[in-house]
């Protein structure tokens, strides 16, 4: 095996420089190196790291852990971007005591994105048909779909054939993702 021009430490023939002192080698250097080590170095005996070293690589070692467990986990949920919850459209349920027809569905295509835990608040026009004899009264309005809450205000509002009320719609958001119809119970009176 050959050593070291400089320091005597045993080389592969391969190396460019001493691993030990840093000596550049070049195969001629190696060739002309003795067949066995220099008396005068003593051979490289490795010695254990002082013993605060340990306790040092263990709090480390312990520090690493809680951050992959804990840290880590809670930085990513923390900026992660909530699920989406996409409602494909809103089928409304209408219910009625004192008319001719005691319920009714109407699906009205309004497709919405949102984050989920959102809350949506949107003021439209809600119109009743002229084709209809009596006026209607609005007494409520509530989302049958589990984890959406859905209010409108102003409620109750009379509204006659052929007229509109301006109401305030809110949809609150599931916790988790969602991608589906939002299913609503209005309950309702006839005005004859």
């Known amino acids: ?30 060739s002309q190196a003795p067949t066995s080590p220099p ?25 690493a852990v809680f951050l992959l467990l804990f840290v880590v986990p809670a930085v990513y949920y923390a900026l992660s971007p909530s699920p989406d919850v996409y409602i494909t459209d809103v089928v409304y349920t209408y219910n009625c005591s004192n008319c001719q027809s005691t319920q009714w569905n109407y699906s009205a295509p309004i497709k919405s994105y949102a984050n989920a835990g959102s809350t949506l608040t949107e003021t439209s026009p809600f119109s009743w048909p002229s084709t209809q004899a009596c006026s209607v009264t609005l007494n409520d309005f509530h989302a049958t779909t589990p984890g959406f809450l859905f209010s409108v205000t102003p409620l109750p509002v009379t509204i006659s054939p052929g007229s509109s009320a301006s109401l305030t719609f809110t949809i609150s958001m599931p916790p988790q993702a969602y991608n589906g119809p939002l299913d609503v119970s209005v309950t309702l009176t006839s005005g004859c």
């Open 1 to 30: 095996m050959p050593y070291c021009p400089s320091c005597g430490r045993e080389v592969q023939p391969d190396f460019l420089a001493c691993p030990n002192c840093g000596q550049g080698l070049s195969s001629v250097q190696i």
């Open 39 to 63: 008396s005068q170095y003593p051979p490289h005996v490795p010695t254990a790291p002082p013993k605060g070293h340990r306790k040092r690589n263990v709090a480390i070692s312990v520090l």
